[in-house]
């Protein structure tokens, strides 16, 4: 989306989620063009429109970093930015933590523990896949996967995803003086503090919107904070 010879942004989806709902249902990623960007918005493996495999091969370890990196070489892409939303940021903390280096980097909806304690979150979505059928509409899960059915997400495809990990090197991250912009709902403490890891990270402004982890992203506040830390 924008103007193909504009400044390329890399956004990211979240887990279970696309590009469509992400970035482009309530109008971020038009947001994000206007101000003169390039947007570029894969869905991740099995999500979307990209192949949902059952394979495990098709799943090997960082294959989230793997394929952004893939994608990112693939597009001759050198000076551009990069971001995501919770599980993108989480890919994006990832690619940052192995090197790359971006102009500059969003992570909206993650805060620290969702990058240091992955795995207690990661367990807890294959335990929503692995209960899907028997949920309580009072249940920790019940949210996940009423949204997991609504997107049809391919449960199997899924487990094999979050099983193949993301890892994040945290010592290497918080060195990482890369321009990094931690965008989070006001009420959204799904992947624990945002104001926490903005405030570890070397170079790291906080922007604080209103909403939850699901409810954020219908806010144009996420867009316009995004605009405004690309442009600042």
């Not at 980097?105 to 620290?112: K, L, Q, R, T, V």
């Not at 209960?131 to 495809?157: L, Q, S």
């Not at 003086?177 to 790291?204: F, K, M, Q, R, Y």
Request: glycine share 10%; charged share 20%; proline share 5%.
């Amino acid at each position: 989306m924008g103007d193909e010879h504009a400044r390329p942004l890399m956004l990211v989806h979240g887990l279970f989620s696309n590009a469509e709902t992400n970035w482009i249902k309530y109008g971020h990623a038009q947001m994000v063009a206007d101000a003169g960007f390039r947007v570029i918005m894969p869905d991740l493996r099995a999500h979307g429109m990209s192949a949902a495999p059952h394979d495990p091969d098709a799943y090997p370890e960082g294959v989230l970093s793997r394929d952004i990196m893939a994608l990112i070489e693939g597009l001759g892409l050198h000076d551009y930015d990069l971001g995501g939303f919770s599980l993108g940021a989480r890919t994006t903390a990832a690619l940052l933590s192995q090197g790359l280096k971006p102009r500059k980097a969003i992570m909206s909806g993650m805060g620290m523990q969702g990058l240091s304690g992955w795995e207690q979150r990661r367990d807890f979505f294959i335990d929503a896949i692995d209960k899907r059928e028997n949920v309580k509409r009072n249940g920790p899960h019940f949210m996940a996967v009423m949204f997991m059915k609504t997107m049809k997400i391919d449960p199997v495809a899924a487990r094999l995803l979050l099983m193949a990990g993301n890892r994040v090197d945290m010592d290497a991250l918080l060195s990482v003086d890369t321009p990094i912009g931690v965008i989070c709902g006001a009420d959204d403490h799904d992947n624990g503090s945002a104001p926490e890891l903005a405030e570890a990270l070397p170079n790291a402004r906080y922007y604080e919107i209103p909403g939850t982890h699901m409810s954020c992203i219908t806010r144009l506040e996420l867009g316009q904070s995004i605009v405004d830390f690309l442009t600042a």
